[in-house]
């Protein structure tokens, strides 16, 4: 079994996804740059999107570590039982 095959996807995945958050961190700093407080209404929207962006780029990345969990155990107990059946 090799341990390296098995965890690089992870790796990439996990890389892929602190990009995604970066680039996340990255509009949502620019769109506090761009708010004013005399425009309430249009804050109040901006916030709201904000949230919104924020919660699906949470549930993207939970269904992506639950992916990852899964493909990970699959290669685990096949790997395993390759292992069990070499004569």
Do not use: C
Request: glycine share 2%.
């Amino acid at each position: 079994m090799d341990a390296y095959k098995i965890f690089e996807p992870f790796f990439t995945q996990f890389t892929e996804i602190q990009k995604m958050g970066l680039n996340n961190l990255e509009s949502v700093m620019s769109s506090m740059q761009n708010m004013r407080i005399s425009n309430i209404n249009e804050n109040f929207d901006k916030t709201v999107q904000l949230q919104e962006d924020l919660i699906k780029s949470s549930l993207k990345f939970q269904e992506k570590i639950s992916h990852f969990s899964i493909d990970t155990q699959r290669k685990i107990w096949d790997s395993y039982f390759k292992m069990l059946r070499r004569p």
